[in-house]
């Protein structure tokens, strides 16, 4: 997927409130823990997330996506009405139907010429989004376009601790929920746009993807938690980034040493030091989200590239690979220029 006229005009986070640190989780599984003979840090040993965000009771994953979506639009410029679709890819939904993309619409006040739906692909929602915005932007279908994110963690979390402190609970079934505790909250928006009617865009060039839904059963999840083979859906997924990269490196003419910056999806310490290793990536060189705020799902990749951009960190010119991967599996790498 290449572009030639699409630009990102303007991208904005929202950080949830509430801080709840891994360790308090942890007290809370004591008995469990204590019971199966594990160690009472295994959620910071084993995934290096020290504390995630939770928004306040009563939130709404549209609440915190329109949110988002106002920071990115008041960003860039770009009147409301201008917009000709709006695309929701929160895996955290306000319910089954409506849309959230359609509760979004509204509360942004969009106009109704705006198109809107909800887009689902686990973890690599957001970056799908982006390609499907872009392609009716290369395709001349509209003019300027929004991707917006909502994900919201506290009630799975706090079903999954539940579960776990049953004392008919097993080290086996522990495990399989144990990747729900590595969940955080928070929103992000993007707002693209053809390059050529405005000034100040940041080109976005498009990229590849690969599928490997032979493993569409090592991670599945409902509202109150997922389950997941956490050793098998690691290896299986490093094997799909491995191809995925080696996918850009020969048809992008992509070298890991020509991009300033990598923002990577990052699910916990193992899932990105290892996948550093996989492209040639210096770790200390990566933007790491999940010791403060977890793995926030789809909207972690543009929270990344938001916060660098706060931070001053982004400059003219830069390339920046933007990497996702998502149970199912699939993965995305995709490149734009600041």
Not at 213 to 220: A, G, K, M
Not at 257 to 272: A, P, R
Not at 284 to 301: H, K, S
Request: hydrophobic residues 40%; contains cysteine.
């Amino acid at each position: 997927m290449r572009f030639e006229n699409v630009s990102i005009f303007g991208v904005a986070h929202v950080d949830a409130p509430n801080r709840v640190r891994s360790e308090e989780i942890e007290d809370r599984l004591a008995p469990t823990l204590g019971r199966l003979g594990m160690r009472s840090d295994l959620i910071r040993e084993l995934s290096g997330i020290m504390e995630r965000r939770v928004w306040d009771d009563g939130v709404q994953p549209s609440d915190v996506a329109a949110r988002a979506g106002e920071k990115a639009i008041a960003e860039t410029g770009i009147e409301k009405e201008q917009l000709g679709i709006l695309v929701n890819t929160s895996v955290c939904r306000d319910y089954i139907e409506p849309s959230t993309a359609s509760i979004v619409h509204s509360k942004i006040g969009l106009p109704e010429t705006c198109m809107n739906f909800d887009l689902g692909n686990a973890c690599l929602a957001f970056i799908n989004g982006m390609d499907m915005v872009g392609n009716m932007i290369e395709q001349g279908q509209i003019d300027d376009g929004i991707v917006v994110n909502g994900e919201s963690s506290k009630f799975s979390t706090e079903k999954t601790i539940e579960k776990l402190l049953d004392p008919e609970v097993d080290e086996e079934t522990f495990r399989a929920n144990f990747a729900t505790l590595t969940l955080g909250s928070g929103a992000a928006g993007m707002v693209l746009g053809r390059s050529d009617l405005a000034d100040g865009g940041h080109p976005f060039l498009g990229g590849v993807n690969l599928a490997a839904t032979e493993h569409n059963r090592l991670c599945y999840g409902q509202v109150d938690g997922m389950v997941t083979k956490g050793h098998e859906l690691l290896v299986a997924g490093l094997g799909l980034a491995a191809r995925t990269w080696e996918k850009a490196v020969d048809e992008l003419g992509w070298k890991i040493e020509d991009f300033h910056h990598c923002v990577l999806h990052q699910v916990s310490k193992i899932h990105t030091e290892k996948f550093c290793e996989i492209v040639g990536l210096d770790i200390n060189d990566v933007f790491r989200l999940y010791p403060n705020f977890a793995n926030i799902g789809p909207a972690g990749v543009p929270i990344v590239l938001s916060k660098l951009n706060d931070a001053g960190k982004l400059k003219s010119g830069d390339r920046i690979a933007l990497m996702g991967i998502g149970s199912g599996l699939n993965c995305t790498m995709a490149e734009l220029r600041w």
